[in-house]
Antibody, heavy 119, light 107 residues
Framework: VQLVESGGGVVQPGRSLRLSCAAS????????MHWVRQAPGRGLEYVSA????????YYADSVKGRFTISRDNSKNTLYLQMGSLRAEDMAVYYC?????????????WGQGTLVTVSS | DIQMTQSPSSLSASVGDRVTITCRAS??????LNWYQQKPGKAPNLLIY???SLQRGVPSRFSGSGSGTYFTLTITNLQPEDFATYYC?????????FGQGTKVEIK
């Protein structure tokens, strides 16, 4: 199992950025996926989730209306479209797989991609 | 949202010590509680799921217990590679909230 995030970088406040998470080593279309972020020196913050076929999504209040999660099961890729970026969105963004077991834990994580919001 | 509160926020311990971290949920989450270890600059790593089940490949010195609103993570015979930050997470519902983390440092 491998998850590889990309798309991070430096972006000005108010601008947009799209993160990608390329999955391999498992049947991507069968798993719910999540985005979790971590601001510098801070703890883990749950951002967004999507079910196996993209039919159900969830957003934290802090990003609702600004971020959009999506997936392309034909490309084994998860996305996070981030808009109206704010200084408080600056963080390392991790994608994570949700186990297919009932417990709902995140059993595999990517290495993370850093988003810096600065003018 | 379900609030998760860990204690302590940090602790100092020596190699060979037994360490216990607690996690409390603001409402009952049955056994939908997971523990992660994170080392600096690395992604979190799942240690314990469903309150007490050891993730494949995780050493048996890690153990979890609890149900409802009170949970513990115990590390027996602390090893040098265990110095890290530990997070609890509830998977009872969304958002899958995390505790604030417990940093285990070398005494």
């Amino acid at each position: 199992v491998q998850l590889v995030e990309s798309g991070g970088g430096v972006v000005q406040p108010g601008r947009s950025l799209r993160l990608s998470c390329a999955a391999s080593g498992f049947t991507f279309r069968s798993y719910a996926m999540h985005w979790v972020r971590q601001a510098p020196g801070r703890g883990l913050e749950y951002v967004s989730a999507i079910n196996y076929n993209g039919g159900s999504t969830y957003y934290a209040d802090s990003v609702k209306g600004r971020f959009t999660i999506s997936r392309d099961n034909s490309k084994n890729t998860l996305y996070l479209q981030m808009g109206s970026l704010r200084a408080e969105d600056m963080a390392v963004y991790y994608c994570a797989r949700e186990t297919r077991e009932e417990d709902g834990s995140n059993d595999y994580w990517g290495q993370g991609t850093l988003v810096t919001v600065s003018s | 949202d379900i609030q998760m509160t860990q204690s302590p926020s940090s602790l100092s311990a020596s190699v060979g010590d037994r360490v216990t971290i607690t996690c409390r949920a603001s409402q009952s989450i049955s056994r939908y509680l997971n523990w992660y270890q994170q080392k600096p600059g690395k992604a979190p790593n799942l240690l314990i799921y469903a309150a007490s089940s050891l993730q494949r490949g995780v050493p048996s010195r890690f153990s979890g217990s609890g149900s409802g609103t009170y949970f513990t993570l115990t590390i027996t015979n602390l090893q040098p590679e265990d110095f890290a930050t530990y997070y609890c997470q509830q998977s009872y519902n969304v958002p899958r909230t995390f505790g604030q983390g417990t940093k285990v440092e070398i005494k």
